[in-house]
Each structure stands twice: as C-alpha cells, then as structure tokens.
C-alpha cells in the first residue's frame, strides 16, 4: 500500500518560512504526480500545487495562483521525498496541510478527486 508521511507543520510568525516534507513509501515516485493541498476551518480542501515526472530527472511543477509567487515545490528522487517551500507566511495561510499523490494522468490534477493515496496531514500555524 502506498504510504504519505507529511511532516515540517509548526507554529510560526508571519512573514516567516517554513518547509514541509513528504516522505513517500510503497511505490516508485516515477510514475506519480505529488500534489499538497491544505485545508482550514469552515473551508474547502484547495490545491496549493504539485509535482510531476516524466521519466528520469524531468518533472513538471503546477502551482496554484494564489501560490505561486511564495510557494514552492521541489523533490529528492534518492530520497523518495517532495517538499513544499513556503515564504512570506501570512496567518491566511494558517491550515492543515495535506500530500497526496496519483498514478500520472492527462488533465490539471488540481482537485481531490484526482488523487488516490493521501497521508494525515500536518498542522501550519502562523501567528500575526
């Protein structure tokens, strides 16, 4: 069974940084597309962005616009880990941040119905 461990949430003072991490188990990261996602109180589940491979080290990096900008995703193949950079927090950024990860397909992949295997999420604070 594919596994998603997410860790890296804490509390954190707005406009600081934090990285969170994605450690991936169960399958070969080659054939997958990684996306996080993040969820808060009262809200919808929304893409932030994700990840994808082509083969090799070639990849395809998707981000959401309100993301773009401060967000950033990146991987470690030798690692089978993605990591999501984030900059200029804001407490709106306060949320439950989700991976997930999907066998690789033609369209956005930027809802959640897209994705198959997702891990427990972790908590990102950010104090005003």
């Known amino acids: 069974q594919v596994q998603l461990v997410e860790s890296g949430g804490r509390l954190v003072q707005a406009g600081g940084s934090l990285r969170l991490s994605c450690a991936a188990s169960?399958?070969?990261?080659?054939?997958?597309?990684v996306g996080w996602f993040r969820q808060a109180p009262g809200k919808e589940r929304e893409f932030v962005a994700h990840?994808?491979?082509?083969?090799?080290?070639?990849?395809?990096?998707y981000y959401a616009d309100s993301m773009k900008g401060r967000y950033t995703i990146s991987r470690d193949g030798a690692k089978n880990t993605v990591y999501l950079q984030m900059n200029s927090l804001d407490p709106e950024d306060t949320a439950v941040y989700y991976c997930?990860?999907?066998?690789?397909?033609?369209?956005?992949?930027?809802?959640?119905?897209?994705?198959?295997?997702w891990g427990q999420g972790t908590q990102v604070t950010v104090s005003s």
């Open positions: 169960g399958h070969s990261f080659s054939s997958y597309v």
């Open positions: 990840i994808r491979w082509s083969g090799g080290s070639t990849y395809y990096t």
């Open positions: 997930a990860a999907s066998r690789s397909g033609p369209g956005l992949m930027v809802s959640v119905y897209d994705y198959g295997y």
